[in-house]
DNA sequence: ACAATAGTGTCTGTGAGACAGTATTGT
DNA sequence: ACAATACTGTCTCACAGACACTATTGT
């Protein structure tokens, strides 16, 4: 029962779609490829998964690998595994989701390779299936921000609202009313927290600072129009 | 470069939560185990991904093999590779999610083992980590009613409103008003195409009968109150 | 006639979008 | 003073929920 022979041997890896917002755009994390096939391509980081690790444990480890940052949302964003996808061998990928405030300039990979941050939508013809799992986790971070706290996960723990107002209108490449957006995220239960400190940072009038609440899910949702 | 000792082999299975209305409960359709690990227990229908075929239509191989039915909504749900998930080897599982309307009686699988529909609160323990899939894809498919047109993949071809609204009593598990709910969903645009025929199936004043229309997603969408 | 279901109308409260107006800072 | 940003208030329209009412069948 179970001998080789019964199944075709997969490899399997993980993938990460690492998005940010950097100078007023929404950036993927990208690493050249230093080898065959696409060498020179850019890739999306990402690598096998262990023998003793969860796809989970994967994520994370290789998102700390190449950010140096935990602690920020990370979330599995869906499986690729056309049989011509990498065209050596048959290989699975489980791609990632994560989002994280702005970074410092992205440290090189464990392999040295170079690596960047790149608005997605002019990051090029990708290696691989790359530019599809990159589309589908803009989407997903898309979506995901009208029905969950997740724009705060774009944000520095202590916020302003119009920063993350700020986020909302990037990812969604929308404008939306400074006004409504104030009455409506602090009318969300559990989304914001005041700090009850204040910041000018902004400029103009000092703006109240807020950390993320409990709320799980948004209540009622902020709905693109 | 890519040598077999450069990566741990893995097998890769696809996982079926199959849902359906029968008898005034939503029930996922299981197939009972004839091999340890997990012998006799009742388990998700799947197998093991051939060497030249995509995940999608892995899934779509055993539903069919499974069900006999194609042409039924079929969804990736998410993948599943804790490291001790399957106590003999390393086995990442693609689930994926199907809802199907009121099917007759199982057809037995290909290994000719037991198969049986359970209604989902009451399935009890079953084998591997397939009761946590179970419930992603019912929550899934919950989720998925408030803003898709899905409901209608549990119907006939033909339906009338007060069915549709069935189905989302059932699946959601609450009452809804068939007045609000009459006017809703024939408000939405795209979710319904009229046939112009009329049914007294449901007993009562013969009620429209009503195919599903192009729309992808509902504006507004039905919410869960 | 009556039960049963289909479908429409009406009212009320809530919330979104538009936008006027006030508050508090830096320069 | 002025620009800039934060925040509050007000109006209108759309829609959700509650529920009265009418319509059309089978028995």
Redesign the pocket.
């Known amino acids: 029962m179970y001998r080789p022979s019964d199944f075709p041997p997969f490899a399997v890896t993980v993938d990460l779609v690492v998005l940010t917002l950097r100078s007023d755009e929404l950036c993927a994390l990208l690493v050249r490829r230093g080898e065959a096939p696409h060498k020179g391509r850019w890739a999306l980081p990402g690598g096998f998964v262990r023998e003793d690790e969860s796809l989970d444990a994967a994520a994370a480890r290789e998102l700390a690998e190449e950010t140096g940052l935990d602690r920020v949302h990370l979330e599995q964003l869906g499986s690729y595994g056309d049989p011509r996808r990498d065209p050596r061998m048959r290989v699975v990928s489980v791609a990632y989701l994560a989002l994280a405030p702005d970074l410092p300039v992205p440290v090189a990979g464990t392999d040295a390779s170079e690596a960047r941050w790149s608005p997605v939508d002019t990051a090029g013809k990708l290696a691989f299936d790359h530019g599809r799992i990159l589309a589908d986790g803009v989407e997903r971070a898309r979506s995901k921000l009208e029905y969950t706290p997740l724009g705060t996960a774009f944000c520095a723990p202590d916020f ?3 920063e993350l107002r700020r986020v909302y209108e990037l990812v969604w490449g929308t404008a939306l ?4 957006f ?3 995220v ?1 009318g969300v239960p559990g989304l914001l927290e005041p700090t009850g400190e204040t910041t ?1 940072r ?7 600072l807020y950390r993320r609440g409990p709320a799980a899910t948004l209540h ?1 949702p902020l ?1 693109r ?1």
């Open positions: 302003t609202v119009a009313d400074a006004r409504n104030h009455r409506k602090t000018t902004d400029g103009g009038r000092p703006a109240q009622p709905v129009s």
